[in-house]
């Protein structure tokens, strides 16, 4: 057995990119003779280990269960799973509560496991967390080569403890567009929110399309925070039955209800780490229309007019023109989802995935341990309770009488991140773009 990995992963994104990979990751790194475990955290409220593994079976899984929701709750609760089980690296996946954890266990000379950050964002604090917890960290593996670089140079940690993990896609024997395309099938897979997502370029895209008289039709899988207000804005081609919302869509009916249907998978976003949505629409004969979102650049997957076709971010006027091309220039729809599904299979496919995860833990169980304490950000009193009693203590007590701290999202009752940064920051934007330049 190389050793053993535990996973320490959110509960509350059901139908995530993230959620996905660890579906074939877990079996894959199993095969490769790691033991692996999936902790997944527990909340009062929106993180339901039970009801993600009916859509989310794994192999070897155990609930880290924190029902005060206290920052001193999460990582006594982390602690104690980490003590039960005594794997050899811990991999923090969204759950940065993972590393105070792990410092603590190595501070009382209890157990001193490696600890990994896996990083799937481009925003801001993931890398203030990096910088933050620098010191703690024995390695930290990324699935988009920005990601890499904006780790060394926003998160200031050492290049040789960085890796490179790309999410990946499972290959089929695809169905590729016919040469030529009479109605353009689009599809839109993702959350449904504007921020990183930008959904609402979805109406303004089509209306160009109506505008050139390209005949189309639209579908969406996914929900999210805009989905009243889209589905109100794309209400007239609803009526029309040229847009189709089909809600939450599992992985396997994924393929079924939108790759085998789609000439197109639109994909608007403002910033990206693949995405999985991208590889999984190329693995499946499926031609990308991608915005030239903030991680395109340095990762060089999506080729304009070789193996996808690209366009700026927010110009929908552009994207309608692009994807018109599918309609109007024969052959075109054929020969870019051949080459999508081809660079798929080269650089994107499940198993080059999971060799470079597991290349990735084998190096950073090879490096030598971290020797020194890093400074913690001070854990802060949450009440009553806590002023009167101190948070050890009052933490104690709030376990016996049932009492709990109610969060009011999935992010508060176990946080992303300790620094607080706001995602939507224009310096480090202005950073990202810069450095995702080939």
Same mark, same amino acid.
């Given at each position: 057995?190389?050793?053993?990995?535990?996973?320490?992963?959110?509960?509350?994104?059901?139908?995530?990119?993230?959620?996905?990979?660890?579906?074939?990751?877990?079996?894959?790194?199993?095969?490769?003779?790691?033991?692996?475990?999936?902790?997944?955290?527990?909340?009062?409220?929106?993180? !339901?280990?039970?009801?993600?593994?009916?859509?989310?079976?794994?192999?070897?899984?155990?609930?880290?269960?924190?029902?005060?929701?206290?920052?001193?709750?999460?990582?006594?609760?982390?602690?104690?799973?980490?003590?039960?089980?005594?794997?050899?690296?811990?991999?923090?996946?969204?759950?940065?509560?993972?590393?105070?954890?792990? !410092?603590?266990?190595?501070?009382?000379? $209890?157990?001193?496991?490696?600890?990994?950050?896996?990083?799937?964002?481009?925003?801001?604090?993931?890398?203030?967390?990096?910088?933050?917890?620098?010191?703690?960290?024995?390695?930290?593996?990324?699935?988009?080569?920005? %990601?890499?670089?904006?780790?060394?140079?926003?998160?200031?940690?050492?290049?040789?403890?960085? @890796?490179?993990?790309?999410?990946?896609?499972?290959?089929?024997?695809?169905?590729?567009?016919?040469?030529?395309? &009479?109605?353009?099938?689009?599809?839109?897979?993702?959350?449904? #929110?504007?921020?990183?997502?930008?959904?609402?370029?979805?109406?303004?895209?089509?209306?160009?399309?109506?505008?050139?008289?390209?005949?189309?039709?639209?579908?969406? %899988?996914?929900?999210?925070?805009?989905?009243?207000?889209?589905?109100?804005?794309?209400?007239?081609?609803? &009526?029309? $039955?040229?847009?189709?919302?089909?809600?939450?869509?599992?992985?396997?009916?994924? @393929?079924?209800?939108?790759?085998?249907?789609?000439?197109?998978?639109?994909?608007?976003?403002?910033?990206?780490?693949?995405?999985?949505?991208?590889?999984?629409?190329?693995?499946?004969?499926?031609?990308?229309?991608?915005?030239?979102?903030?991680?395109?650049?340095?990762?060089?997957?999506?080729? @304009?007019? #070789?193996?996808?076709?690209?366009?700026?971010?927010?110009?929908?006027?552009?994207?309608?023109?692009?994807?018109?091309?599918?309609?109007? #220039?024969?052959?075109? %729809?054929?020969?870019?989802? $051949?080459?999508?599904?081809?660079?798929?299979?080269?650089?994107?496919?499940?198993?080059?995935?999971?060799?470079?995860?597991?290349?990735?833990? $084998?190096?950073?169980?090879?490096?030598?341990?971290?020797?020194?304490?890093?400074?913690?950000?001070?854990?802060?009193?949450?009440?009553?309770?806590?002023?009167?009693?101190?948070?050890?203590?009052?933490?104690?007590?709030?376990?016996?009488?049932?009492?709990?701290?109610?969060?009011?999202?999935?992010?508060?009752?176990?946080?992303?991140?300790?620094?607080?940064?706001?995602?939507?920051?224009?310096?480090?934007?202005?950073?990202?773009?810069?450095?995702?330049?080939?």
């Amino acid at each position: 057995m190389r050793g053993h990995i535990l996973f320490i992963a959110p509960s509350a994104y059901i139908l995530s990119g993230l959620a996905s990979w660890l579906d074939y990751l877990e079996p894959g790194l199993h095969d490769k003779g790691w033991k692996v475990t999936i902790g997944l955290v527990e909340g009062s409220g929106f993180h !339901n280990p039970e009801t993600y593994l009916l859509v989310h079976p794994h192999i070897n899984w155990i609930v880290i269960s924190c029902l005060t929701g206290t920052p001193e709750g999460r990582i006594k609760a982390i602690q104690q799973t980490v003590m039960e089980l005594k794997p050899d690296l811990v991999a923090s996946v969204n759950i940065p509560d993972a590393y105070p954890a792990v !410092n603590r266990l190595r501070g009382s000379r $209890k157990y001193a496991p490696k600890i990994v950050m896996a990083v799937h964002g481009i925003e801001a604090y993931l890398y203030d967390d990096i910088k933050l917890f620098g010191s703690i960290l024995d390695g930290v593996v990324c699935t988009n080569r920005l %990601a890499c670089k904006l780790s060394e140079i926003i998160g200031n940690f050492p290049e040789n403890r960085i @890796h490179y993990g790309p999410c990946g896609a499972k290959t089929v024997d695809a169905s590729f567009p016919d040469d030529h395309i &009479n109605t353009l099938t689009i599809a839109y897979s993702g959350r449904l #929110e504007q921020w990183q997502k930008r959904v609402h370029d979805l109406p303004e895209i089509i209306k160009e399309l109506e505008k050139m008289g390209v005949p189309f039709e639209l579908l969406i %899988a996914g929900n999210g925070p805009e989905d009243q207000a889209l589905r109100k804005s794309l209400g007239p081609w609803v &009526n029309k $039955k040229t847009v189709t919302f089909l809600g939450r869509l599992s992985s396997e009916c994924m @393929h079924e209800k939108l790759h085998l249907r789609a000439h197109t998978l639109l994909m608007p976003s403002f910033w990206e780490t693949g995405p999985i949505v991208n590889w999984e629409a190329m693995a499946a004969g499926v031609v990308v229309g991608s915005s030239r979102f903030v991680g395109s650049g340095l990762e060089g997957a999506l080729k @304009h007019g #070789e193996n996808a076709l690209l366009f700026p971010v927010g110009d929908h006027k552009e994207a309608a023109i692009q994807l018109s091309r599918l309609v109007r #220039e024969p052959g075109l %729809a054929t020969r870019l989802a $051949k080459n999508g599904y081809q660079i798929i299979k080269e650089r994107y496919d499940i198993h080059v995935s999971i060799n470079a995860w597991d290349t990735a833990f $084998k190096e950073i169980l090879d490096l030598p341990d971290r020797t020194h304490r890093a400074f913690l950000p001070e854990i802060k009193a949450r009440g009553r309770l806590d002023n009167l009693l101190g948070i050890k203590i009052a933490e104690i007590i709030r376990g016996k009488i049932g009492k709990k701290v109610v969060a009011n999202d999935a992010g508060g009752e176990w946080p992303h991140s300790y620094s607080g940064t706001e995602c939507q920051d224009d310096s480090f934007w202005g950073i990202a773009k810069t450095a995702d330049s080939p």
